[in-house]
């Protein structure tokens, strides 16, 4: 399924590596970075198989070392479950083989929320929005995950519009984040398209990932995190327009 040539490998652990430190930072970022960048090097279907185990165990630790697990999947459940049937519906167009429309979704997907971050004021949900918009942001998600190997468009800004405590928020990103690794691991798998060697390969990525999130947890007290934010986000929309654009060329 991907070439195992020493390059690519040294590439995959490099990103992961520096994935791991964007998590470590900012609290998320490691589909996003692993996709943006091996979406340049392999089908985005090769490397959405890559990012499942060192996405999953990261996000576990995540979901866990919060202190509202229990209230947050009572309030979010909706959202969650919508996620895993739009991953499965979007998984469709990811294990088509149709890699030039994945590729050019990937790339809105990345420079969208890179945008909408950089740019949009904060805004808050109702609460009597909720029962509605939860189950059709997690409906998108899901198509958005199947589709492109990214979850955070646009869980990721509705959850920040929810105005949760702080704590609360990164554990509420670990729940959304973890639902849509494993949708994604079961839709790649109800296509046939995540097999034993993708797996094998998915485990060796976890310790470049772990060890960039340590890094990336040891620098946060160093850095401004805002600052780092805002570099990615910037590096992140170009990254994302290349890549939209690069079939049209």
């Known amino acids: 399924m991907i070439d195992l040539s020493t390059p690519l490998l040294l590439a995959a652990a490099a990103t992961f590596a520096a994935a791991g430190i964007v998590k470590g930072v900012t609290g998320m970022g490691l589909p996003t970075v692993a996709m943006g960048v091996l979406g340049a090097l392999i089908s985005p279907l090769a490397a959405a198989s890559l990012l499942i185990v ?69 805004v808050r949900v109702p609460a009597h929005w909720e029962p509605w ?11 958005v995950t199947g589709s492109t190997g990214v979850f955070v468009i646009p869980a990721v800004p509705y959850l920040q519009a929810l105005c949760l ?8 990103l670990g729940l959304s984040f973890t639902v849509s690794t494993i949708a994604l691991a079961a839709a790649l798998g109800a296509h046939g398209a995540f097999e034993l060697q993708g797996l094998a390969l998915s485990a060796l990525a976890l310790g470049p990932a772990l060890a960039g999130l340590w890094v990336g947890q ?8 805002a600052s780092f934010r805002r570099l990615f986000l910037i590096c992140l929309l170009l990254l994302g327009a290349e890549m939209s654009l690069r079939p049209l060329v």
Do not use: H, K
Not at 218 to 225: K, T, V
């Open 218 to 225: 040891a620098l946060r007290g160093r850095i401004s995190a």
């Open 133 to 143: 918009l939860s189950p059709t942001i997690g409906m998108v998600t899901g198509i």
């Open 54 to 122: 060192p996405s999953l165990v990261t996000n576990v630790w995540q979901l866990l070392s919060g202190p509202a697990f229990g209230p947050l999947v009572r309030r979010l459940w909706p959202m969650m479950l919508a996620i895993c049937a739009g991953t499965m519906l979007g998984a469709t167009y990811l294990t088509s083989g149709e890699t030039e429309e994945t590729t050019i979704a990937l790339g809105l997907a990345l420079a969208i929320y890179a945008g909408f971050s950089l740019l949009a004021r904060p």
């Open 165 to 172: 405590p702080r704590d609360d928020l990164v554990q509420a």
